[in-house]
């Protein structure tokens, strides 16, 4: 799997956008980009991915550059619930219905948002 | 509502006890995962199952032992051998179709060792 490298730390105003930036320089044709976060003592929660096109869903927009080697998680309006911190990760497409490739987790970005 | 079950969320054991942590799933998903994730650090896989019956090593398996007789359950125990035991521990599970497969986690065991 690609490496990815993310900012140890980043804050945010509340009601702001939260721009959370990821470079993958290494990553191939055939891997996905992945966003999960954890707040405090919890278990990760996906948030979204994408392969080469823009992605948007209820929680988060994930915008990848044209040549895939960055990407950025976009939360539009920050609360200070979304405090946590967030993990980018890049992972080949499943090949198989058992969905049984490993997550490779690095220290991600811890995300603060100010009141 | 449907998810994953870990238990407890803080097990306080003496060195040299094995210990079994609990991971339940009614997802009906295939694949069940077992990290461990030590304080400011990312996730390492332990062991992983992709069906009943079956189960592969992940990253740092040494002192750790799994079994999958369910679909629904996949408990971790984490043996006396395992030299520095006390870290949270999280349990997950997916279901591949294709280009989307995330993971689902659980809440986590908290596993302190004395």
């Known amino acids: 799997d690609a490496k990815t490298t993310q900012p140890p730390s980043m804050d945010c105003a509340e009601g702001r956008a939260a721009n959370l930036p990821c470079n993958h320089s290494?990553?191939?044709?055939?891997?996905?980009v992945y966003w999960y976060r954890q707040i405090h003592s919890q278990g990760p929660q996906y948030i979204i991915h994408?392969?080469?096109n823009n992605e948007t869903n209820e929680m988060a927009s994930l915008i990848i550059t044209e040549d895939r080697k960055s990407s950025t998680l976009i939360l539009p309006h920050a609360t200070l619930r979304d405090t946590a911190v967030y993990y980018c990760i890049v992972r080949a497409r499943a090949i198989s219905n058992f969905g049984n490739e490993k997550l490779t987790f690095g220290t991600g970005t811890r995300l603060t948002i100010i009141p | 509502d449907g998810g994953i079950t870990q238990s407890p969320k803080y097990l306080f054991r003496k060195e040299g006890q094995n210990v079994t942590l609990s991971c339940e799933q009614n997802l009906n998903h295939d694949a069940m995962y077992w990290y461990r994730q030590d304080p400011g650090q990312g996730l390492r896989l332990i062991y992983y199952s992709q069906i009943v019956n079956d189960f592969q090593k992940g990253d740092i398996a040494e002192g750790y032992s799994v079994s999958r007789e369910k679909k629904e359950s996949f408990p971790l125990t984490v043996t006396s051998a395992q030299k520095n035991p006390t870290a949270f521990y999280l349990c997950?599970?997916?279901?591949?179709?294709?280009?989307?497969?995330?993971?689902?986690f659980g809440p986590g065991t908290r596993l302190t060792v004395t």
């Open positions: 290494t990553i191939s044709g055939n891997e996905y």
């Open positions: 994408g392969l080469k």
């Open positions: 997950a599970s997916s279901i591949g179709t294709g280009e989307s497969y995330e993971q689902y």
